[in-house]
């Protein structure tokens, strides 16, 4: 099966899509000393990074912001106007922006859902874009963006920002260097708590929310929520959000995906999990979390001769129920985010942004890697040169470390209904090829579980198909249902065109 690259995915894009050679974007020539005229989108939250960041450079002012939440914009104009001296133009709707000749870059962090098209718009625009992760919601969205950047010219910067920090840079070149000899198997770790985000329910929208923009490519609900927090726990709602293997996840995939040296999407995935244990903690067995994305979700990815695996766990995490991951990380309580590389000498353990460590085999540090990089100076970097092999993380590896997420959740979502035993799940999780021990994996899954007051007879864990992919394509040639599942329905006005359509 033929395996998909940069050249390829572009060599597809201009065969099938004419347009993009058609219209070449005349690049605007940018003088080292030029202000680049920045508008942010979405700066509620993480938003509120891009802000500072931008603002601590002197080669760029805060030009817009772009929020469809009145009062949440305000407030960051009139905190951007005292550290900068100008107050920015706010609006809601970021075609506004787009559409002004001072801004030279567009920066989002909206929700998941808008993060794609939001992107093309800025580039079909003529600006630069910085798109927080997951690049994309859906798979074909990413190629999207992939095939915007190179019919406009424009740099496209994705916000994994660990390929700008030096820990991970020569962590990464000792890896492929021989440092660890063979390196077969990466194991990327959210295992992060979150708690429920409150009983499904009918909802007010804040009323100073645009709640028709807010909902842009996604279709419009009218006008009710099923969360209690408008802001954020959208992540954990599959029409918006990606669950954490798309929200937290992006890092730990893309370093994984970076350590093994691959450059293409995996050739299979299966993935399994649940949204579990609620109804223990709230000590209600009828209790009904309006979330809808796993919170236990592993999924095995077959690369040919590499294996990765993508652990997320979203309850307590005081107990790893594996000692050899508490003794990697040098702990049995908290949270464990990171990625582990399995090689023939030992091993490799990204531990944090700034941090990784090298073990041997009997688990003693052999190594460490440390020091932080500056993901945003980076792309402004590559603007002002238009040099884009300057980014640290284009839209390409962007667009593969998303679709990870992307992968294991099309298989959830089509094996939710298919409830499974541990027995079950043990047979078929044994015909998996790869380089894990697919079934001490589970063991350790189900453990967690259970230690969590889960009772897996009344609750058991959901079974996805095994699937093929064709990463030339992006398609399951073996299942039309999760082939539909690499797009999605747009509303009208919000359609985020096809890679050979931008």
């Known amino acids: 099966m033929k395996k998909l690259n940069r050249r390829s995915f572009l060599e597809r894009s201009l065969v099938t899509g004419a347009g993009i050679v058609a219209a070449p974007y005349i690049l605007k020539s940018a003088s080292p000393n030029e202000t680049l005229g920045v508008a942010v989108a979405g700066v509620g939250g993480r938003g509120n990074s891009h802000l500072g960041a931008f603002m601590a450079d002197a ?81 074909a969205e990413g190629s999207a963006l992939v095939a915007a950047a190179d019919k406009y010219g424009r740099m496209c910067q994705v916000g994994t920002q660990c390929r700008s920090n030096p820990a991970l840079i020569n962590a990464m ?36 929310v645009d709640f028709n923009i807010w909902s842009g490519p996604a279709s419009y609900t009218d006008p009710k929520l099923t969360r209690e927090r408008f802001h954020y726990d959208w992540h954990w709602q599959r029409h918006y959000g990606n669950g954490d293997s798309g929200n937290q996840g992006p890092h730990q995939a893309d370093i994984a995906r970076w350590g093994l040296g691959v450059n293409s999407h995996p050739l299979s995935v299966i993935a399994y999990g649940g949204r579990l244990g609620y109804q223990a903690e709230r000590k209600n067995p009828n209790y009904v979390d309006a979330g809808d994305t796993a919170n236990t979700e592993i999924a095995i990815y077959d690369y040919g001769d590499k294996t990765m695996v993508f652990e997320t766990r979203g309850l307590s995490v005081d107990n790893s129920a594996d000692e050899e991951l508490n003794k990697l990380f040098q702990s049995t309580k908290g949270n464990k985010i990171g990625v582990v590389f399995y090689g023939s000498e030992g091993y490799l353990v990204q531990k944090s942004y700034s941090h990784c460590v090298v073990y041997d085999k009997q688990f003693n540090v052999v190594k460490e890697f440390k020091g932080d990089g500056d993901h945003f100076r980076n792309f402004i970097d590559a603007c002002l040169s238009r040099d884009k092999s300057k980014l640290a993380s284009d839209a390409w590896e962007g667009h593969l470390s998303a679709a990870i997420a992307h992968l294991a959740n099309i298989s959830y979502y089509l094996g939710e209904k298919n409830t499974v035993s541990p027995a079950e799940a043990k047979k078929v999780l044994s015909g998996i090829k790869g380089f894990d021990d697919n079934e001490a994996t589970l063991e350790r899954s189900l453990r967690h579980l259970t230690d969590n007051g889960v009772d897996l007879a009344m609750y058991p864990i959901s079974m996805g198909p095994f699937l093929k992919f064709d990463p030339a394509r992006e398609v399951f040639p073996d299942s039309p249902e999760a082939t539909a599942l690499v797009t999605r329905p747009y509303r009208d006005g919000f359609v985020c065109p096809t890679a050979d359509k931008v």
């Open 173 to 208: 070149k000792f890896l492929h260097e021989g440092g660890l000899g063979e390196v077969k198997l990466a194991r990327g770790l959210c295992y992060k708590r979150r708690a429920s985000i409150g009983p499904l329910g009918d909802y007010k929208i804040p009323a100073e």
């Open 59 to 139: 080669r760029t002012e805060v030009r817009y912001i772009v929020d469809v939440d009145e009062k949440i914009a305000a407030n960051r104009a009139y905190e951007v106007e005292k550290k900068q001296g100008r107050k920015p133009k706010v609006v809601a709707d970021m075609r506004e922006a787009l559409d002004s000749k001072d801004v030279d870059v567009f920066s989002t962090a909206t929700p998941n859902h808008w993060h794609a098209l939001a992107g093309v718009w800025a580039m079909q625009a003529g600006k630069d874009a910085y798109i927080e992760k997951p690049i994309s919601h859906e798979i």
